[in-house]
């Protein structure tokens, strides 16, 4: 057989190691075979996510400390963080969400350099269609801030309102995800087309992301909630996290429930470009040359 026909030949396709199209016109996405090719293409070589998602969380580190300084020095209240933060977490977000879907379809990153940051139309293009497809779930924090610390006891009407903003929200994303596949390859594609190709394979992918996604989402939040408890008795200290032997831990966690988050979105871009892979007619270039290592 002619090596550009073999299943797990990558002479030819050098994605065919990392998605090749074994789920494509065999009926439902297999949720539990996903989930294993999800973490398989984010753990198999960590050396692609550090070199694609190294800048990213190093940049995000410093903006959430930049943000905790702020605040902690002006007296501000802790949502104006969410503030701050936001629209730079969402930038360096972007960038390595897009690197990662083109390595995951593309079996190879862009760059030759050791670390990779690309930011330029096509970051830009994928921003946007992330901002309108993010709108339920943005004014589904309304309330969460408006309340701030007593958020936790919302009133019901307003708990009821979250709850069917958080549902619309994630019905939406899970419908028009193709989107982002598409724009990262840069592929001809628009909302309607996005939405009649997740057509009948809904459920499946929005179970194969939460199952795959659910160690690494409690680990993040764990550390999440340590780095919060922390960061007050930190505070109250009058040292800074850096003085303070509590410091530096609530400075190594922090660093850990970023790589956490990271590796949360890598595996969940994963799963999502193998359900792509195997709804649509997509293929990967036949001539591209491979950076994977």
Request: hydrophobic share 55%.
């Amino acid at each position: 057989m002619d090596a550009k026909n073999e299943p797990g030949s990558s002479a030819s396709n050098p994605a065919a190691d990392i998605t090749d199209n074994l789920y494509a016109n065999t009926g439902k996405l297999p949720v539990w075979r996903t989930i294993a090719r999800s973490w398989a293409i984010v753990f198999r070589r960590l050396n692609i996510f550090i070199a694609l998602a190294a800048i990213p969380m190093a940049l995000t580190w410093v903006v959430q400390f930049i943000g905790a300084d702020l605040v902690e020095t002006w007296q501000l209240p802790d949502r104006v963080r969410i503030v701050i933060e936001e629209p730079f977490r969402w930038v360096f977000w972007t960038v390595f969400s897009v690197a990662w879907h083109r390595y995951a379809l593309l079996g190879h990153r862009d760059s030759r350099a050791v670390f990779q940051f690309q930011l330029g139309p096509r970051e830009f293009k994928f921003m946007a269609y992330g901002a309108v497809l993010a709108i339920p779930l943005l004014l589904a924090r309304v309330p969460l801030l408006y309340f701030g610390d007593q958020a936790g006891d919302l009133p019901v009407p307003y708990l009821i309102l979250v709850l069917v903003l958080v549902i619309a929200g994630i019905t939406i994303g899970i419908r028009f995800s193709f989107i982002f596949p598409s724009v990262s390859v840069e592929r001809r594609t628009g909302l309607k087309q996005a939405w009649g190709e997740t057509s009948g394979s809904g459920w499946r992918i929005f179970w194969a992301s939460f199952l795959a996604s659910i160690p690494l989402g409690v680990m993040d939040r764990l550390a999440r909630e340590l780095v919060m408890m922390m960061e007050p008795i930190v505070a109250r200290s009058g040292q800074s996290a850096w003085e303070n032997p509590l410091g530096h831990w609530m400075i190594g966690l922090s660093i850990a429930q970023l790589i956490l988050t990271f590796f949360f979105t890598a595996v969940l871009v994963s799963v999502l470009c193998i359900a792509f892979r195997r709804q649509t007619d997509w293929e990967p270039p036949a001539s591209t040359e491979m950076v994977s290592s």
